[in-house]
C-alpha cells in the first residue's frame, strides 16, 4: 500500500502546486508588488538600519565582527537609496522673492501646492498597498483556494455592504498611512521643528536687508507663535513669515502643528496596537484555557480579572508611570513603551470577557470532545481547534479597544504624564493649546481633540463593522438590516 | 409480536458472525477477563437548584471482542455512560466516589487528565453522533485523521498522509487518495461518518465507544454503517459499546444488551434472549413500539409518559409512574437487578417482579434487602451475578 505514489495533501504545497499549475494571475500581482516595494526599499532598510545594531555587532566573537561590519555597511548603502515618498521628491521648503517667486521647492510651486503633492503622493501609494490587498484576496479566492466558497467570503461581502464600518476602515486608513508616514507627511520633520529646532536652519528673504538670510528654526518658531488674543497667530492653512506653510497653524511655543501631529500618531498607533498585542496575547491565553478546563480555573481568571478591574485603570496608569519614571523601561520610546505595557496588563480582562463566550462556545462544540477523546493534548487542541473561532471575536473587541488606548494616552499626555516632552503626543498639543481655545488660536486645541474622536470613532466603526460581518445576528438594531443586505450581497 | 421478527434477523446474523462469541457469553460473568469493566457508575451534575443523577449506580462489562448495546429513550443516561467511560465528564459533572471503571485491569477513574490522555484514543476510542460536528470545518478530513496518526503511530509528512488514505479505503471511501484533502462539507454524511471511524482507527483502540453512530443518517446509510462496523470488528479485533436509542440496529449489531432507563441499567441480556423473552416491563414496552415491517399497518403502542431526570438516591421504582404491570410495593422499594429466574445468570431484570420463580413477597424482600444491605453503593448494581 505504502508503495504506491500518493499525492501529498499538506495545505502548503497544493497551494504551491495550485500557483505552479497557472502561474498567470499570481506573476501579474507580483508585477505591481515588486515595483511598489521597490520605490520604498530605501525607507524599509533605513528603518532596519535604524535598531540598535551595534549592540549586536558588539556582541558578536571578533571573527564575525568583520562580517557584521560589511554586511552594516551594505544595508547603510541600501538605506540611502532614493525612495519615491521622500521629502526631497517633492520639496516644499523654500522661500520667496518679492516677486512672489519660490525659490527652492520643487518645480518652484509654492510650498503649500508642494505639501498637498506630496501627502496626495502619499496617501495614493498607500491607497495602492490596499489595493493590492484586496487583489490577493481576489486571486487566491477565484484562482488558488481548494474550495469554492469558505465562510470569510460572506464575512467580507457583508462588510463591503457595511457603510458605517467601511466608514472606519477609511478613517483608520488615514490614520494608519498617517502615522506610517509621518516623516514624509510633516511640512518639516520633528527634528528639524520639535527636537533639535537650535541643529536646524531655515532660509528666508529678508525684505529689510534686501537678502536671503538663514536663521535658527529655534528663533524662526519664536516668531511664528500661536498665543491668541494680543500675542501673535499662525492659524492653519497659513505662512509664517520666513515663508514656512503650516496646514494645521502652529503651536503656542510656535512649532508646526501638522508634523507634531503626524509624529504623534505614530506614537498613538505604537502604543495602542503593543498594548493590545500584550492585552490580546493574554486575553486570548486565558479565554482558551478557561473554556478549556472550566471549574477552578476559570474561577481564578475571574478574579483575577475583576480585581484589575476593579482598579481604576487611568489612576493606576497614573500612579505606576509616575513610580516607574526615571527607570530605564520608562525611558523606552519616549515612555511609550511603558505605557503600552500598563495599558495592555490592565486592559485584557475586558478583552479576556470578550471572547471568553465564544471560546467557551466553541469549547462544546463535538470536535473538541473527538481531538480530547483520542488523547489530543490540551495544548494542541486549544491552538488547532479552538483559537481559529476566538480570533475574529478578539478582532472586533481590539479594535473597540484601541480607540480607548488612544483616548487613554492622549489624556494622560493631556495631563502631562505619559508621553516625555518633546516626543509629540496628541494629549499634549490639547492641553497646549487649552489657554487659547476662545482666541483666534482655537486650533491649537481643537484640530487634535477633534481627530482623536474622529480616530476613535473610526475604531468603534470598524470594530461594528467586523462584528456585524462575523456574526449578523449579534446587533439586532441594525443587524436585521445588514443581514438583509449582506443575503442581497452574497446570492 | 414484532420482536419474533426481528429475533429471527438476530439469528441470522449471529450465525454467520460471530458464533464463538455467544458461546463465550455464559462463560464471562466474572469480572476479571473482561477488558472493559463498569462497577456502579454514579455520575452527577450538580446545579445551583438540584444534583442531577444522570447515571445512577450503572455496570456491565464488555469482552475483548464483544458488542455490548446500549440501548434506551433520551435522558436515560447513555451519553453520559459513554463520556464517563471515556473522562469526558466537565464541571458542573462529576463521578461519585465508588464508581468504577477499568480498562485492562486498570482503574480510570483514578487517573489525572494527563493520565487520561494515554488512555484514549490507544486505549479507548469514540466516535460520536453527528459526524459532521466531530469533524473540525476549517481542516481537511486528512489533516483530522493524520493528527491522531501522529499522536499515536508518530507518523507525520508523507506516511502520514499514506496512512490516512489507507484508512479512508478501510472505511469504504472511494477515490481515498483524491478526499483526503477535501474538507468535511464536502463529503456526505454516511462519507463523513466513515471518516469519523477512520479517525478513531487511527488511534489503533481495543474498545471503540459509539454514542448514537447512526442516528444522524437515513436509514440505507445507517445499514452500510453497521456493516462496516462489524467488518471492522472481526477485522480488528474491536470491542464495541454501542448506544443508540433504536431497538432496531441494536439487534443488527448488539451481541449483548443493556437497558438504560433514569440512569439505572434494568435489565441486560444477550441480544437473542432479550428480543424472545424480554422481562422487565420497560423492554417489552420499548420493544412494542418498533416498527415492524412484516406486521403491516398495525397500530404501534408507545409508552405514555418521558423519562424522569432523577435528582435524588431512588427508594421506589423509577419506572413505576409508567408501569403497566405497577403494583403497591413498586413505590416503596427500589428494585435492584436480579436474574429473572434460577440459574439465568446471564439475564438480569430490575424490577420487583423478578426473580419469576420466587414467591412475590419474597422477591420484593430480596430487593429491598439488596437495597438496604450497603446503600446507597449496592443498589443498582447488577448484584445478581456479582454478589
Ligand atoms: S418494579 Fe414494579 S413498577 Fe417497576 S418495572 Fe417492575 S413492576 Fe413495573
Known amino acids: 500500500m505504502s508503495a504506491v505514489d500518493y499525492p501529498v495533501d499538506e495545505d502548503e504545497q497544493t497551494l504551491l502546486e495550485r500557483i505552479q499549475d497557472e502561474p498567470g494571475p499570481a506573476l501579474k500581482l507580483l508585477a505591481v508588488v515588486v515595483p511598489l516595494f521597490a520605490v520604498e526599499f530605501g525607507a524599509v532598510a533605513s528603518l532596519v538600519m535604524s535598531l540598535p545594531w551595534s549592540a549586536v555587532g558588539s556582541a558578536l566573537p571578533g571573527f564575525l565582527q568583520g562580517l557584521a561590519g560589511a554586511l552594516a555597511g551594505v544595508g547603510d548603502a541600501l538605506a540611502n537609496l532614493p525612495t519615491l515618498l521622500s521629502r526631497s521628491v517633492i520639496d516644499n521648503s523654500g522661500y520667496q522673492l518679492p516677486s512672489g517667486e519660490w525659490v527652492g521647492t520643487t518645480l518652484g510651486l509654492s510650498p503649500a501646492v508642494a505639501w498637498l503633492l506630496r501627502v496626495l503622493l502619499v496617501y495614493a501609494y498607500g491607497f495602492a498597498w490596499m489595493a493590492v490587498g484586496w487583489w490577493v484576496y481576489l486571486v487566491y479566492r477565484d484562482n488558488y483556494r481548494y474550495a469554492d466558497w469558505a465562510p470569510v467570503d460572506d464575512m467580507v461581502n457583508r462588510f463591503r455592504n457595511h457603510s458605517w464600518g467601511l466608514l472606519g476602515l477609511a478613517i483608520i486608513f488615514a490614520f494608519v498611512v498617517l502615522a506610517l508616514f509621518a516623516p514624509a507627511l510633516g511640512p518639516t520633520t520633528v527634528e528639524a521643528n520639535i527636537s533639535d529646532p537650535y541643529l536646524h536652519t531655515v532660509e528666508y528673504f529678508d525684505e529689510e536687508a534686501g537678502s536671503v538670510q538663514e536663521i535658527y528654526v529655534g528663533d524662526a518658531n519664536r516668531d511664528s507663535q500661536s498665543r491668541g488674543q494680543g500675542g501673535d497667530n499662525v492659524g492653519p492653512l497659513s505662512y509664517?513669515?520666513?515663508?514656512?506653510?503650516?496646514?494645521?497653524?502652529?503651536?503656542?511655543?510656535?512649532?508646526?502643528?501638522?508634523?507634531?501631529?503626524?509624529?504623534?500618531?505614530?506614537?498613538?498607533?505604537?502604543i495602542g496596537v503593543l498594548s493590545l498585542l500584550i492585552a490580546g496575547g493574554i486575553a486570548v491565553t486565558f479565554a482558551l484555557a478557561t473554556a478549556y478546563y472550566k471549574g477552578l480555573v476559570d474561577l481564578g481568571v475571574v478574579i483575577a480579572s475583576d480585581s484589575i478591574q476593579s482598579l481604576p485603570q487611568l489612576l493606576f496608569i497614573m500612579l505606576a508611570s509616575f513610580v516607574l519614571s526615571g527607570t530605564w523601561l520608562a525611558n523606552l520610546y519616549s515612555g511609550g513603551v511603558v505605557l503600552a505595557l500598563l495599558f495592555g496588563f490592565t486592559g485584557w480582562p475586558g478583552l479576556w470577557r470578550a471572547v471568553r463566550g465564544p471560546a467557551l462556545q466553541v469549547s462544546e462544540r463535538e470536535w473538541i470532545d473527538a481531538a480530547k477523546s483520542f488523547g489530543q493534548r490540551p495544548s494542541v487542541t486549544?491552538?488547532?481547534?479552538?483559537?481559529?473561532?476566538?480570533?475574529?471575536?478578539?478582532?472586533?473587541?481590539?479594535?473597540?479597544?484601541?480607540?480607548?488606548?488612544?483616548?487613554?494616552?492622549?489624556?494622560?499626555?493631556?495631563?502631562?504624564?505619559?508621553?516625555?516632552?518633546?516626543?509629540?503626543?496628541?494629549g499634549r498639543a490639547v492641553s497646549a493649546g487649552q489657554p487659547y481655545v476662545p482666541t483666534q488660536s482655537w486650533h491649537i486645541s481643537l484640530i487634535p481633540g477633534i481627530m482623536v474622536v474622529?480616530?476613535?470613532?473610526?475604531?468603534?466603526?470598524?470594530?461594528d463593522g467586523i462584528r456585524d460581518a462575523i456574526d449578523p445576528q449579534s446587533d439586532v438594531g441594525t443587524g436585521q438590516q445588514d443581514e438583509s443586505a449582506a443575503a442581497g450581497g452574497g446570492a | 409480536m414484532a420482536a419474533d421478527a426481528n429475533a429471527t434477523g438476530v439469528d441470522e446474523r449471529r450465525s454467520s458472525a460471530r458464533q464463538t462469541q455467544s458461546d463465550d457469553v455464559d462463560a464471562a460473568e466474572s469480572a476479571d477477563d473482561r477488558l472493559l469493566e463498569v462497577e456502579n457508575l454514579r455520575t452527577v451534575f450538580h446545579t445551583e437548584r438540584e444534583t442531577?443523577?444522570?447515571?445512577?449506580?450503572?455496570?456491565?462489562?464488555?469482552?475483548?471482542?464483544?458488542?455490548?448495546?446500549?440501548?434506551?429513550?433520551?435522558?436515560s443516561g447513555k451519553s453520559v455512560t459513554a463520556r464517563s467511560i471515556m473522562g469526558l465528564v466537565d464541571d458542573p459533572g462529576e463521578l461519585l466516589p465508588g464508581s468504577s471503571v477499568r480498562f485492562d485491569g486498570r482503574e480510570l477513574t483514578d487517573l489525572t487528565e494527563k493520565g487520561y490522555e494515554s488512555v484514549r484514543g490507544s486505549g479507548i476510542a469514540m466516535v460520536f453522533q453527528d459526524p459532521l460536528s466531530t469533524l473540525n470545518p476549517v481542516y481537511t478530513v486528512g489533516n483530522q485523521i493524520e493528527e491522531a496518526l501522529s499522536l499515536h503511530?508518530?507518523?507525520?509528512?508523507?506516511?502520514?498522509?499514506?496512512?490516512?488514505?489507507?484508512?479512508?479505503?478501510?472505511?469504504?471511501?472511494?477515490?481515498?487518495?483524491?478526499?483526503?484533502?477535501?474538507?468535511?462539507?464536502?463529503?456526505?454524511?454516511?462519507?463523513?461518518?466513515?471518516?469519523?471511524?477512520?479517525?478513531?482507527?487511527?488511534?489503533?483502540?481495543?474498545?471503540?465507544?459509539?454514542?448514537?453512530?447512526?442516528?444522524a443518517l437515513d436509514v440505507t446509510i445507517q445499514a452500510q454503517i453497521l456493516e462496516l462496523l462489524s467488518d471492522l470488528q472481526a477485522e480488528h479485533g474491536l470491542s464495541i459499546l454501542f448506544i443508540t436509542h433504536d431497538m432496531g440496529v441494536i439487534a443488527e449489531v448488539a451481541d449483548r444488551v443493556a437497558v438504560m432507563y433514569a440512569g439505572e441499567i434494568v435489565e441486560q441480556a444477550p441480544v437473542v434472549e432479550l428480543y424472545e423473552n424480554?422481562?422487565?416491563?420497560?423492554?417489552?414496552?420499548?420493544?412494542?413500539?418498533?416498527?415492524?415491517?412484516?406486521?403491516?399497518?398495525?397500530?404501534?403502542?408507545?409508552?405514555a409518559g418521558e423519562v424522569p431526570t432523577p435528582n435524588k438516591a431512588a427508594t421506589d421504582c423509577r419506572f413505576a409512574p409508567r408501569c403497566p404491570e405497577a403494583f403497591d410495593a413498586c413505590e416503596e422499594v427500589h428494585p435492584v437487578p436480579v436474574p429473572v429466574e434460577e440459574g439465568a445468570e446471564d439475564h438480569t431484570a430490575a424490577c420487583l417482579l423478578y426473580p419469576e420463580d420466587e414467591p412475590r413477597k419474597a422477591a420484593v424482600d430480596r430487593h429491598a434487602a439488596a437495597g438496604d444491605e450497603d446503600s446507597p453503593e449496592s443498589a443498582g448494581s447488577t448484584g445478581g451475578d456479582s454478589r
Open chain 2, 278 to 303: 424480554p422481562r422487565h416491563p420497560y423492554t417489552r414496552g420499548l420493544l412494542r413500539s418498533i416498527p415492524s415491517t412484516q406486521q403491516g399497518a398495525e397500530r404501534l403502542e408507545t409508552i
Open chain 2, 52 to 75: 442531577i443523577r444522570a447515571v445512577d449506580g450503572v455496570s456491565f462489562g464488555i469482552e475483548e471482542g464483544e458488542t455490548l448495546g446500549l440501548v434506551g429513550e433520551s435522558g
Open chain 1, 382 to 426: 486549544m491552538r488547532k481547534h479552538m483559537l481559529p473561532y476566538v480570533v475574529g471575536y478578539l478582532l472586533i473587541y481590539a479594535s473597540l479597544t484601541l480607540g480607548g488606548v488612544i483616548i487613554g494616552v492622549a489624556g494622560l499626555s493631556f495631563l502631562g504624564l505619559g508621553i516625555n516632552a518633546p516626543t509629540p503626543e496628541w
Open chain 2, 153 to 215: 503511530r508518530g507518523l507525520s509528512g508523507i506516511d502520514a498522509t499514506e496512512k490516512a488514505i489507507e484508512l479512508l479505503e478501510d472505511v469504504g471511501i472511494p477515490d481515498a487518495a483524491r478526499r483526503v484533502s477535501e474538507y468535511p462539507h464536502e463529503f456526505s454524511g454516511g462519507m463523513r461518518q466513515r471518516a469519523v471511524i477512520a479517525m478513531a482507527l487511527a488511534c489503533d483502540p481495543d474498545v471503540l465507544v459509539c454514542d448514537e453512530p447512526t442516528t
Open chain 1, 454 to 463: 474622529i480616530v476613535v470613532t473610526g475604531f468603534n466603526a470598524l470594530g
Open chain 1, 240 to 270: 509664517d513669515q520666513f515663508g514656512r506653510f503650516h496646514p494645521f497653524g502652529t503651536l503656542p511655543s510656535g512649532k508646526d502643528l501638522f508634523t507634531f501631529m503626524a509624529a504623534g500618531a505614530r506614537v498613538s498607533l505604537f
